[in-house]
């Protein structure tokens, strides 16, 4: 079984377009995170949710946000998408608000968004 | 001058050799560190945390020098299965708790 989960895998769009990328662990985990990885492979989180409360927001455009609907799920959607936005984006997930206590980070698969 | 910085190489090793990483980070602040690994279009996987003490996992030793403010990564008798992009990992807590990757460095091994 798959610890945490994203989809689409893929996703292409027009500039414009608004999306969702959905993103579940099955871990019993109270925080979750997004990420983004940019075209240079540079990581950079994103938020953090634990137990539907925002521990982490770094900068990002308004157009992101995060939506919680249970500590299990923490959805990524994007309004009027711009070809910057193209990149990897990976869901993760750790018991406890990491890395507080160290705690292992389980990261999604990722996705893999094209905006044209 | 950046967070967390890391050579993104690559470093080109022959198997069996001895291989060390740095990782410099600016903000004396930084609380907790680790090495994060991450193969070619795959996510990232913990490797090891960062103890003041210094660690060792395996063939995989990690170290912490808060007076110069660096990391480093030793993996001693490199595989061909050691080949990925290593990640740096900066933690610091305040506000908004901060969590800063590094580029990344990239390490192949050779047959």
């Known amino acids: 079984d798959t610890a945490v989960s994203q989809t689409p895998k893929y996703l292409v769009t027009q500039m414009g377009n608004d999306k969702s990328i959905k993103c579940e662990q099955n871990?019993?985990?109270?925080?979750m995170y997004w990420y983004k990885q940019d075209s240079k492979k540079f990581l950079k989180i994103m938020f953090s949710?634990?137990?539907?409360?925002?521990?982490i927001n770094e900068t990002v455009p308004n157009r992101f946000s995060p939506k919680s609907p249970d500590k299990a799920h923490l959805n990524l959607h994007i309004n009027s998408l711009e070809l910057g936005d193209s990149a990897v984006y990976f869901c993760?997930?750790?018991?406890?608000?990491?890395?507080?206590?160290?705690?292992?980070?389980?990261f999604g698969p990722g996705t893999r968004l094209l905006v044209l | 001058r950046k967070e967390v910085e890391q050579d993104p190489g690559p470093f080109n090793v022959p198997e069996g050799a001895t291989v060390a990483f740095n990782c410099t980070y600016s903000?004396?602040?930084?609380?907790?560190f680790f090495w994060y690994r991450q193969d070619c279009r795959k996510e990232p996987k913990l490797l090891m945390s960062?103890?003041?003490s210094g660690n060792e996992d395996g063939r995989f030793t990690a170290q912490l020098n808060r007076a110069s403010q660096y990391i480093s990564l030793l993996i001693r008798d490199s595989k061909l299965s050691d080949s990925a992009t290593y990640l740096c990992?900066?933690?610091?807590?305040?506000?908004?708790?901060?969590?800063?990757f590094g580029i990344g460095t990239k390490l192949q091994v050779i047959p």
């Open positions: 993760a997930s750790s018991q406890e608000s990491w890395p507080t206590n160290q705690e292992t980070q389980y």
């Open positions: 871990l019993g985990h109270d925080t």
């Open positions: 949710y634990n137990n539907k409360e925002l521990i």
């Open positions: 903000n004396s602040a930084s609380q907790s």
């Open positions: 960062v103890y003041s």
């Open positions: 990992v900066v933690f610091r807590s305040g506000g908004y708790q901060k969590v800063t």
